[in-house]
Each structure stands twice: as structure tokens, then as C-alpha cells.
């Protein structure tokens, strides 16, 4: 006689949860992913407006060495053309006429208040490059300009390993790695101010009035034409 091994009817007990934990691990990797996403394309933007602004000071740039091809005398008063970033020149119009001086004072606090209006927090330096410093008045052949504006930037260090040292093209790097503040002789009115990106570029000074030497040390110059 055989005996039969009872079967156990008692139902299975079943793991609750599994599907509630699994959907919480899915939505948390949707965000992660979300986030990053969002973090690329706010970097891909900022790039851009960085880019935009930069090509915009280059544009302004152009605008001042087209300015000073239009003054005969550009080279005469290339002196008038310096201004740091501090000073605000203001000039008369020159609607009735003015001399070569008067023009290069009204092109240059015309194209300043330009630099204000069209970059956030605008301002220029215009310098004596340090290689011409040493030459006299009439040797001199090309200028320094430097625009600064703000970036709408989180992180805004000067220092070693901020981001304005990967996009600050006016920084002379030494064989070591160390940065020096570019710009002209004087660093205090020159060098990039702190919390704004630059763009540094060097410009050369058309003329249209050959200068001479007639005999003394201080140069001449002779404009032909009316």
C-alpha cells in the first residue's frame, strides 16, 4: 500500500514593491539624463553668446580703423586716439566742419558710446603698444585696442584654472604656464578689468599725411590734395 504525499495547498506568498522601486530607479535615470541634456545646451548657449559678443567688439574694431582712414591726419593725431577705459571723451559735432584734431576727439567719443550701446557693460582701451612705446611721435605706425564686456557667467575667476583663462585672448602665457595681464605699459588702465571678458587686437594707423623731418626732431607732415 502506497501512500500519496499530500500536496500543498497553501497559496504562495508573493514580493510586493519590486515594480513600484523599479519605476522610482527609471524616472531617476530620465532626470539624470534630463539634467545632462540641459547642462550641455546651457553651455552650448553661453559658448554662443560668448562668440557672438566677441565678434561683435572685432566688428566695433574695424568701425575705429575705418574711422581713422576717413581723417587724413589720422597718424598726426594718434595721440588724441589714446583713452583707458575710465575716461568718457566727449567732443562737439563736426557737422560744420572741424580740423584734423577735432575730428579724431569726435570719432573717438562717438565710437566709445557705440562700445557702451552695444555690448552689455561695454567699454575700450586704446593704447600705445609697449614694442612703440620707446619711438617718438612720428614713428609710431599702430595702435592697441582692447573692448571688454560681462558674460552672464557663474564662475568669473581671473585666477589660475578659471574659465576666462581658456577665453581671454588678451594674457601673455610664459613658458612655465603663468599669465600676465596683456595690453599696454600702464597694466592699472590697460590690462582687462577684473569680472569682464576682453578681446585685445592691434590695429595700424593709416595716413594720408607723409611725414618729414625738415631739419628739427619734431616731425611734420606734408597732406597733398585738398
Known amino acids: 500500500m502506497h501512500w500519496l504525499t499530500p500536496i500543498n495547498t497553501t497559496p504562495a506568498q508573493h514580493q510586493h514593491g519590486i515594480s513600484l522601486i523599479e519605476s522610482l530607479v527609471a524616472i531617476v535615470v530620465v532626470a539624470l539624463g534630463i ?4 547642462g550641455v545646451q546651457m553651455r552650448t548657449l553661453t559658448d554662443t553668446s560668448t562668440t557672438l559678443r566677441r565678434a561683435q567688439a572685432i566688428r566695433l574694431i574695424e568701425d575705429l580703423g575705418e574711422r581713422m582712414r576717413t581723417n587724413p591726419s589720422a597718424l598726426a593725431n594718434l595721440s588724441t586716439y ?4 575710465a575716461a568718457s571723451p566727449s567732443a562737439s559735432s563736426c557737422a560744420s566742419g572741424c580740423s584734423h584734431a577735432q575730428l579724431a576727439a569726435y ?3 562717438t565710437w ?3 562700445v557702451q550701446e552695444n555690448l552689455p557693460m561695454g ?3 586704446i593704447f600705445v603698444p609697449p614694442a612703440e612705446s620707446s619711438l617718438v611721435a612720428g614713428q609710431r605706425r599702430q595702435l592697441g585696442v582692447m573692448i571688454a564686456w560681462r558674460e552672464n557667467e557663474r564662475e568669473s575667476s581671473t585666477g589660475t ?3 576666462k ?3 581671454d585672448a588678451t594674457k601673455v602665457r610664459a613658458t612655465d604656464g603663468t599669465l600676465s ?6 597694466q592699472t588702465t590697460d590690462a582687462c578689468p577684473a569680472d569682464h571678458t576682453c578681446h585685445l587686437q592691434y590695429i595700424p594707423v593709416p595716413t594720408r599725411c607723409a611725414p618729414y623731418v625738415p631739419g628739427a626732431n619734431t616731425p611734420l607732415y606734408y597732406c597733398p590734395g585738398p
Open 112 to 114: 566709445k558710446k557705440t
Open 161 to 163: 584654472g578659471g574659465y
Open 165 to 167: 583663462d581658456d577665453i
Open 82 to 85: 589714446v583713452s583707458n577705459f
Open 107 to 109: 570719432d573717438l567719443a
Open 35 to 38: 539634467l545632462g541634456v540641459l
Open 123 to 125: 567699454k575700450a582701451s
Open 181 to 186: 595681464a596683456g595690453g599696454g605699459t600702464d
